[in-house]
């Protein structure tokens, strides 16, 4: 991907903009579950550091699976950011905003998506020089409602809304353009049942 970096993540998740949050259990589950999304037409993922095959997964999905986009969710420290930089994670997404995580992502140049809810936590990510946020859970915080608020006095800010979103909301946040992508795990869901898996 070119131009895509800390500062510059206008293009990242323009080829869909749907990012299925992977929670993957054993590493064994990380290219079926890859090959699904690519087959459903969303060559995305973020996968997440719940489980302690998380940065393997990266490593390995972005060996076989070069041309797929794959980022790491769910960072919650720096020790974190790094493990999945190294193991090739093409960006960082958290559920909170860190200012170590950031550090880590600006000194490797890729971008970090840090979870903002309220005006003081977007003002920290503007900061930080980052401009677009993950809205996490979205469901809970006012959703689209909320968004559209938060967009008057942060007009230059892109969101991410993510947790609740799903087929009966989705198309509601991708018809707004301060939404760069949506969040979710329910593209795994349909995906894997597509695939018979
Ligand atoms: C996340 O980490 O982004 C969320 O847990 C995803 O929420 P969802 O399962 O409601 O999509």
Excluded: H, W
Excluded at 48 to 60: G, H, N, P, S, W
């Amino acid at each position: 991907m070119e131009n895509i970096s800390y500062t510059n993540i206008s293009g990242l998740f323009a080829r869909t903009r749907c990012v299925p949050v992977v929670v993957l259990k054993t590493l064994e589950d990380t290219l079926p579950t890859l090959k699904a999304l690519c087959d459903y037409g969303i060559p995305t993922a973020e996968i997440t550091f719940r489980t302690a095959c998380a940065a393997d997964a990266i490593r390995l999905g972005r060996e076989q699976l070069p041309d797929m986009l794959i980022g790491a969710g769910t960072v919650i420290n720096a020790a974190q950011a790094r493990a999945a930089i190294e193991a090739g994670a093409q960006f960082i997404v958290s559920p909170g905003i860190g200012a170590d995580i950031a550090e880590v992502c600006r000194e490797a140049d890729i971008p970090y998506i840090p979870g903002c809810v309220t005006p003081a936590e977007i003002m920290q990510a503007l900061s930080l020089g980052i401009t677009t946020v993950k809205f996490f859970p979205a469901n809970v915080y006012g959703g689209m409602d909320a968004i559209k608020a938060l967009s008057a006095p942060f007009p230059q800010v892109r969101f991410v809304p993510t947790g609740g979103v799903d087929s009966g909301n989705l198309d509601e946040f991708l018809a707004c353009d301060k939404i760069a992508a949506v969040g979710g795990s329910f593209f795994v869901k349909l995906a894997l049942q597509k695939s018979g898996k």
